[in-house]
């Protein structure tokens, strides 16, 4: 395992909003993979600090290329959309910016090779999740696990339809037979065939309810349910201690992929 992260962030803050601590580890799991191409960038003071941070979880498919340009330029990106797009929308800021570096990686000739991102911008009590792809995001309450991000997968009803709607076809649920995902960045080799960078967005309002976010690469959620994701954190109080739970949870289970994780931890007891 490498570059595991557990760090406060050293803001003051106020009780209307949450103080975040986060963990963050990265697992080539080598027995299954010659290559790492998961790729975590985190900025808990993103955009000034004051209670915003950016937390982003990047898994590269036929190389890690697109994976580690998508992480080096999203967050320029995203800081310059949200200062210049007038008045300010955050929504329309995470569309320009998946679109910008779509836009980039095929100026990089990324043409077969691609990959998710899921990016996690947290302002005051405001989280707002954008993903393409299986990357996905999770809120665990004192109730349940609730997924925010949306998995696009050419076997999902909904991307199936929007694919064979423009005229194209799936083999084997997959584009061309080869990639199992409707939406990524690069792949600029199956575009043609509807694969889309266009984000799923979602904006969630944080509460005291709220224990912990959970951004993960299919590693990890390819053997781990939302069932069994919220009976392991109601094991543990920290974030790096649900961080290694969930890692290892996924390598005893057999997961085959890379497996990286981001925990992020609302601590609404100031």
Partial sequence: MKNKIQKKIPKNYYRTY???TYSSIEYQNKSHNENMEDIIFIDPEFNGGHHKGLFTLYDGHGGNKSAKISSEKFPKIFLKNL?????????????NSYKIIDSQLKNENCFKEGNTATIIYIEYNNLFCSNVGDSSCVIISKFKAEKISYDHLCNDINEKKRILKIGNFLESNRLEGILNL???????????SGLISLPY???????????????????????????????????????????????????????????????????WKY
């Fill in 201 to 267: 967005i979602r904006k969630y309002c944080l509460s005291n309810n709220d224990k912990f976010c959970i951004i993960a690469s299919d590693g990890v959620w390819d053997v781990i349910s939302l069932d069994l994701i919220f009976e392991l954190s109601k094991k543990i109080k920290f974030c790096n201690e649900l961080c290694d739970l969930i890692i290892n949870e996924a390598i005893n289970r057999g997961s085959k992929d890379n497996i990286s994780c981001i925990v992020i931890e609302f601590n």
């Fill in 83 to 95: 200062n210049e797009i007038k008045p300010k929308n955050i929504e329309k800021s995470l569309i």
């Fill in 182 to 192: 409707s939406r990524s960045l690069g792949d600029f080799n199956l575009k043609k």
């Fill in 18 to 20: 949450p103080q975040i």
